[in-house]
């Protein structure tokens, strides 16, 4: 392990590197995990997620809303994934597990950072849905485009002040043991559960963290109540299901999203030092499974179970159809007997 190096500040201690312990102690673990991993995280995540935010920028029926909406959503998963899942596998597949200081840190604001952002975007997503069945002779009225560039504007710029004051309390903290992260990232509990002077600041900021990132679930559940008690006075139950269907891709997102994430936060607050055994490995597979599963899902739900979607990616297709069969009908044309 290299040794912790001196600033030029002498008030503070801070390490030359951390080193990332991942599953150090599972053999062959890179061709069960990482590997799986990368192939899902190109093919589902990158090319999925950028089809969706491709068909929705192309086509001019989809410039609502509810798609800014849904856009903001496949945006922030691509950025997540592109953030979390390349630095992963050069750490664990190339065995480059040692990561400069600095680099740790940039590495944790963005990890976290687009993690807050998804999470309040399926917020915005939930008023969305909220206000067409409660409010449906208001919708358009109330769910304007500024009001919900605003709203995507206000999470963006709320989360970057909160996660940067969480990675900049980490510059107050002393480095002067141990350099092992017990994580697959750099991640805020078990780096500043490291330092060997106060770190109460650090624990209260990951409480503040915890919950930015945990409250969206009790808001969503409120909106849902909301829908409830309107789809309850709906007197045609038909009608009442058709308005719960166009709620189902959200739900399903909100559950995959958030049950290991908040799963994952959680032990945060009972994590236990790196010298301590036998915690270290439910809080590094819980982390892959929150931070990979919801990124691979999303952009399947969004395009092949909506309606919407998938017509107008039969849309974009129809005119390349076309081209494909009239260049086909002009060269057997000039073809030869």
Same mark, same amino acid.
């Given at each position: ?6 600033? @030029?500040?002498?008030?503070? *201690?801070? !390490? ?5 312990? =991942?599953?150090?102690?599972? !053999? ?7 590997? !799986?991993?990368?192939? #899902? ?12 935010? @491709? ?9 609502? !809303? ?14 997540? $994934? ?34 807050? *952002? ?28 500024? +009001? ?11 989360? @970057? ?15 002067? =043991?141990?350099? *092992? ?7 805020? =509990? ?9 770190? $109460?600041?650090?624990?209260?900021? +990951? ?11 009790? #808001? ?16 045609? =139950? ?34 236990? %030092? ?12 819980? %982390? ?10 999303? %952009?399947?739900?969004? @395009? ?14 129809? %005119? ?7 260049? $086909? ?5 000039? $073809?030869?007997?």
């Amino acid at each position: 392990m290299s040794k912790a190096a001196i600033l @030029s500040n002498a008030t503070f *201690v801070y !390490p030359v590197k951390f080193y990332l312990s =991942g599953f150090s102690d599972v !053999p062959h673990v890179q061709y069960f995990l990482y590997l !799986p991993v990368f192939c #899902l995280y190109i093919y589902m995540t990158v090319l999925g997620n950028g089809l969706l935010l @491709s068909v929705i920028y192309l086509v001019n029926t989809l410039h609502t !809303p509810k798609y800014m909406i849904v856009f903001n959503l496949a945006l922030t998963d691509l950025c997540w $994934s592109t953030a979390l899942i390349p630095k992963l596998l050069d750490t664990f597949l190339f065995d480059s597990r040692y990561i400069v200081y600095e680099a740790c840190l940039s590495y944790m604001f963005f990890v976290w950072f687009f993690l807050g *952002v998804q999470s309040w975007t399926l917020v915005i997503m939930a008023y969305d849905r909220c206000i067409a069945i409660c409010f449906p002779l208001m919708y358009h009225s109330i769910v304007t485009k500024p +009001a919900i560039v605003e709203m995507l504007l206000f999470v963006w710029v709320f989360i @970057s002040c909160l996660i940067t004051c969480m990675v900049g309390f980490l510059n107050c903290l002393f480095f002067c =043991g141990s350099v *092992v992260i017990k994580s697959f990232f750099c991640d805020h =509990g078990p780096t500043f559960h490291l330092a060997c002077n106060d770190n $109460s600041v650090n624990y209260i900021t +990951a409480l503040v963290i915890i919950t930015t990132v945990s409250f969206p679930p009790i #808001l969503i559940a409120l909106t849902y109540i909301c829908i409830a008690i309107a789809l309850s006075r709906i007197a045609s =139950g038909q009608e009442g299901l058709k308005a719960l269907k166009t709620c189902t891709s959200h739900l399903i997102i909100v559950a995959i999203f958030f049950l290991p994430v908040i799963a994952t936060n959680m032990a945060v607050l009972r994590f236990s %030092p790196p010298h301590q055994e036998g915690e270290g490995e439910p809080r590094i597979i819980n %982390p892959i499974l929150a931070h990979t599963i919801p990124t691979l899902h999303n %952009p399947i739900i969004y @395009s092949l179970r909506t309606e919407e979607v998938l017509n107008s990616i039969r849309k974009l297709c129809k %005119p390349i159809r076309m081209n494909d069969t009239t260049l $086909s009908k002009k060269v057997t044309s000039v $073809s030869p007997h």
